[in-house]
């Protein structure tokens, strides 16, 4: 069975860090592009970043570029989501979803993933 688990979420002041963790099992991560999504109730899943399985190159949307950071250790078949200097408006259930595209090309689009994890909750508030 192909299955994605996120964790890492929880409760974090303003200014925090948090470090999102994408587990795989039934399938090696390093042969599919991984991104992270997020969602607040009554809008839309919004598309973060990704990276790519052929290159490991890295993208950011703008909400999130020089704030948040992506790695993957292939060892613990996981990818990271380090976020930084958190803000009230980064709350949000946050998602790991896996496709088997050598590039991110599509990685804002969610019809883009194949697999998608169930998410974590990561509150901003002091």
């Known amino acids: 069975q192909l299955q994605l688990v996120e964790s890492g979420g929880g409760l974090v002041q303003p200014g925090g860090s948090l470090r999102l963790s994408c587990a795989a099992s039934g399938f090696t991560l390093n042969g599919y592009s991984i991104g992270w999504f997020r969602q607040v109730p009554g809008r839309e899943r919004e598309g973060l970043s990704c990276?790519?399985?052929?290159?490991?190159?890295?993208y950011y949307q703008n909400s999130v570029k020089g704030r948040f950071s992506l790695s993957r250790d292939n060892a613990k078949n996981t990818v990271y989501l380090q976020m930084k200097n958190l803000q009230p408006e980064d709350t949000a259930v946050y998602y790991c979803?896996?496709?088997?595209?050598?590039?991110?090309?599509?990685?804002?689009?969610?019809?883009?993933?194949?697999?998608w994890g169930v998410g974590t909750q990561v509150t901003v508030s002091s």
């Open positions: 979803a896996a496709d088997s595209e050598y590039f991110c090309s599509g990685y804002v689009f969610t019809s883009f993933y194949q697999y």
């Open positions: 990276i790519s399985s052929g290159d490991g190159k890295t």
